[in-house]
């Protein structure tokens, strides 16, 4: 175990492995049957496992605290973590039953109880080390499954789909995409995107050539993974390849900084010895890794200073701001008052000041924009027609082709004459967000069109994705309260102009501390597990929870069998005509349904008849549609 240790082995661990080892020993002798597995991967969270147990139809987990006489809560939920982990992300795991076993070795005795969740996951086994053999004698006489064949179980695949953040982190500390995120639906084509991005960059290096990059994807399919990706391998490489990740989304950045920031602290407070992962983090900075676009453009207006990185990604791409919203801003909050470009006509001009080579990367969601001022993608094709942009190289999905992908056949054909090469690497398709239904996003957009019948049959399946409805604020929270587990994120969400919330206690217009929101634990009652503060579209986009209630209010009506975007103003709701408005309204709703990674429950309150703004029979309405798509109501299921 020495030998294959990455760095060198240290007292600690070697006093941990002797008392680990000696009591391993006796549990093999008393079970000679059984497997063995130590130190076990868990790759989506960096960590492994002291040991893993097949025993009959079991699989146990176990993970030794030495010398502890307490059973610390981070404990408890690590190992739990695990234990999930591999129910989820692990192909031989997903039928089997699975403990997670804590052994405190100076604890004292403690009783054995066990119960499992539907999941077939345990909740985890406190015990000294004197319990555990007990406690397995008593797993194995209850155990009626079929035994597991250890080599085989051994040798199923890790399919591992981390949260942003964890990517984020994982990727910060030199990890690369293909290490954390092979989605259980089977999206290889992340890796493939990654890869296609890469051979782009690199022809545009030894060419030196300039590269206009066009990536493609569904809600939650992994753009932003991908994109992190090639920002991250690219950091100081000293090669002339440095990156950076550029985003208009400023909870993202607020929130995946910070965390970069509380992961280097905690690493600072407690380092681990020969930390592996310490010569990718040294010399890092994360506000360098991720930036804020607007603040990247402002710092090269008004002067004709050289970027220093050859390669940005622009993430959600096709939020820039159009010509008028840019030009408003310089004028009004930077003093600019002869501006005249839209956002990306300025960065690509910017990027253009390099003499040699450079490479842009939009990442382009669909159906998200949700903001005035947003260009979309035709704003970026405009720009190529400018003579300075001549000489660059387009690559794109084929995806922006299409009669349906809301360009111009105008626009289209100036891209199609612009085009290196279309390449279907270029389009993520398949959600990894919801790792237990690639089907979520589609279910959606039938759900947010006319068509109930096509949302019944994408509706996910309900033990793999469950997706409820409910009259009852509370009993929402109560059931994401049952659902959540170990280091789960569970939060509301409302759209930013659901105003008639707020006699449920719900106030949208209660700005929420997004970092705080997204990262606090325990009993922080700024968490979003603390289930008090609703996050709008414009806080989470972009990012994701385990289990999330969603608030619906009556800006997005049924009336007449059709969806009605409206907004509230001074004290009653007026009808929204402006199309680009009317498709924002929409896009709130598409953002919040597809920010739950295992499943969400969808609250419609009961509205109150002496209330003009909150009339219940409106508010009907949008159960009754919910039911027509397959939603089933909380209990009824």
Not at 106 to 131: K, R, T
Not at 244 to 261: D, I, M
Request: a neutral charge; one cysteine or more; charged letters at 25%.
């Amino acid at each position: 175990m020495a030998d294959r240790l990455p760095f060198p082995l240290e007292l600690p661990q070697k006093e941990a492995w002797k008392f680990e080892i000696a009591h391993l020993r006796e549990l093999g002798s008393a079970f000679p049957a059984a497997h063995f597995f130590l130190e076990f991967a868990i790759p989506r969270m960096g960590r492994r496992a002291d040991a893993v147990v097949v025993l009959g139809g079991l699989v146990l987990v176990l993970e030794y605290k030495v010398g502890a006489r307490e059973f610390a809560p981070h404990a408890v939920e690590q190992v739990h973590g695990y234990a999930l982990d591999l129910k989820s992300f692990h192909q031989t795991s997903h039928d089997r039953r699975i403990v997670p076993l804590l052994i405190a070795t100076h604890a004292q005795a403690q009783p054995i109880g066990l119960g499992f969740a539907p999941d077939g996951v345990a909740a985890p086994a406190c015990l000294s080390a004197e319990d555990v053999l007990p406690a397995m004698r008593q797993m194995l006489a209850a155990d009626g499954q079929t035994p597991l064949d250890a080599k085989m179980w051994a040798a199923g695949g890790y399919r591992p789909t981390p949260t942003i953040v964890e990517a984020a982190q994982a990727m910060f500390r030199g990890h690369q995409v293909a290490e954390i995120s092979r989605s259980e639906a089977g999206a290889e084509n992340l890796s493939r995107t990654a890869d296609a991005i890469g051979g782009i960059i690199q022809a545009a290096h030894a060419n030196r050539r300039k590269s206009l990059c066009f990536v493609t994807g569904v809600p939650g399919a992994g753009k932003t993974l991908a994109g992190l990706n090639i920002a991250c391998s690219r950091m100081g490489r000293g090669d002339g390849e440095d990156a950076t990740f550029l985003s208009g989304n400023g909870p993202l950045v607020t929130v995946l900084r910070e965390a970069l920031k509380r992961d280097l602290r905690r690493r600072e407070r407690a380092p681990e010895p020969g930390d592996p992962e310490a010569r990718h983090i040294a010399g890092r900075s994360p506000d360098k890794f991720i930036q804020n676009v607007h603040h990247f453009r402002d710092e090269y207006a008004g002067n004709v200073d050289l970027p220093s990185e050859h390669v940005v990604v622009f993430d959600e791409a096709q939020r820039a701001w159009n010509r008028d919203e840019t030009s408003r801003f310089m004028r009004e909050k930077r003093g600019l008052t002869g501006f005249d470009q839209s956002e990306p006509e300025f960065l690509l001009s910017v990027m253009n000041r390099h003499a040699d080579w450079c490479t842009v990367v939009c990442l382009i969601g669909e159906g998200q924009e949700i903001n005035r001022g947003e260009a979309g993608i035709s704003a970026w094709i405009a720009a190529l027609a400018t003579g300075e942009l001549a000489d660059w190289t387009v690559h794109a999905s084929p995806q922006l082709l299409r009669a349906d992908s809301h360009l111009s056949a105008e626009m289209r054909w100036m891209l199609e004459r612009r085009s290196g090469g279309l390449d279907a690497a270029l389009h993520l398709g398949v959600s990894v967000r919801s790792f237990r239904a690639e089907t979520v996003s589609a279910f959606v957009a039938a759900l947010l069109s006319e068509d109930s019948g096509r949302a019944k049959l994408l509706l996910p399946a309900f033990d793999r994705f469950p997706i409820v409805r409910t009259r009852s604020l509370a009993a929402a929270r109560l059931w994401l309260r049952e659902k959540r587990r170990a280091g789960e994120r569970t939060g509301l969400l409302a759209s930013s102009n659901a105003i008639r919330l707020k006699p449920e206690g719900l106030h949208v217009k209660a700005k929420v501390e997004v970092a705080s929101w997204f990262l606090n634990e325990g009993a922080d009652i700024r968490a979003s597990n603390a289930l008090e503060d609703a996050a709008t579209e414009f806080d989470v986009q972009g990012l994701e929870l385990d289990w999330a209630a969603v608030a619906w209010d009556l800006n997005l009506l049924r009336s007449d069998n059709s969806w009605v975007p409206r907004r509230f103003r001074g004290s009653a709701w007026e009808a929204v005509n402006d199309a680009d408005k009317r498709a924002y309204i929409v896009n709130s709703y598409r953002v919040l349904l597809t920010r739950a990674r295992q499943g969400m429950v969808i609250f419609i309150p009961c509205g109150d008849a002496e209330d003009k703004t909150r009339p219940p029979a409106a508010y009907d309405a949008i159960d009754r549609w919910l039911a027509d798509c397959g939603v089933p109501a909380l209990g009824r299921h």
